[in-house]
């Protein structure tokens, strides 16, 4: 199994509170993703980063932030966190663009 | 716009007998590949496995296959000898390689299979 971790694994906050999840990977891959997953929808894409502070939005970026200072770290960040983004949080990190991507835990956020 | 879409959301099969999970795709891309992915209870997800488009050979890993029909963008898959460990959600996706949103896996919104003793 790809050495990939996620924390918190789960957290309830309130409305307008900053969130931060944090990646944290053992494999040296170059690329990390941040998905969220609800039902009805599979998962979506919210940052990604192709590199040590190189980072892009996704499909469903607005809300959030995202940092990498190190190869192994990716952080989310949900600046004032609302209940739209109560949801469960995957990352996953690949080797390449096209290489397979591999998932983390996953973190589930509730926001009340 | 690229777009995965499985029109079963929820299957069952009896222990041991074989499934199929359909999975047919939109792109107009040519550099792209295709895969499964399993998510348990547990949350987990799992790759299932995966196919290459320049492929022409259908990819196997054990008991699982899949039914790849590039001029349909059709990618189904075939589990044999269904096992109660097999009872999960099962996602399809792709991703296109090189410009665009590189390495943006698109996923269906999957399928619910049962197995059933």
């Known amino acids: 199994d790809a050495g990939i971790t996620q924390s918190p694994r789960h957290k309830v906050t309130e409305t307008g509170t900053p969130v931060t999840l944090r990646c944290h990977q053992t494999?040296?891959?170059?690329?990390m993703y941040w998905y969220r997953q609800d039902p009805g929808h599979g998962l979506r894409l919210i940052h990604y980063?192709?590199?040590?502070?190189?980072?892009d939005k996704g499909e469903v970026s607005d809300g959030y932030s995202v940092s990498r200072s190190k190869t192994e770290d990716f952080l989310l960040t949900l600046e004032s966190a609302t209940s739209s983004q109560t949801s469960v949080y995957f990352c996953?990190?690949?080797?390449?663009?096209?290489?397979?991507?591999?998932f983390g835990p996953g973190t589930r956020l509730t926001v009340l | 716009a690229q777009t995965v879409t499985q029109s079963q959301p929820e299957m069952s099969v009896q222990e041991a007998e074989t499934v199929t999970l359909s999975c047919t795709y939109d792109?107009?891309?040519?550099?792209?590949?295709l895969f499964w992915y399993k998510q348990p209870p547990s949350r987990q997800m799992i790759l299932v496995i995966r196919?290459?488009?320049?492929k022409q050979q259908n990819a196997t890993e054990n008991r699982f296959s899949v039914n790849f029909q590039k001029a349909a963008k059709s990618f189904s898959l075939k589990i044999s000898d269904s096992q109660l460990g097999d009872t999960a959600m099962y996602f399809c996706?792709?991703?296109w390689g090189l410009g665009g949103s590189q390495g943006n896996l698109i996923f269906g919104k999957g399928t619910k299979l049962s197995v059933k003793p």
């Open positions: 996706a792709f991703v």
């Open positions: 792109t107009s891309e040519s550099n792209y590949y």
């Open positions: 196919q290459e488009a320049y």
């Open positions: 494999e040296n891959h170059r690329y």
């Open positions: 980063s192709y590199g040590v502070k190189d980072t």
């Open positions: 996953a990190i690949s080797e390449s663009t096209v290489s397979t991507q591999y």
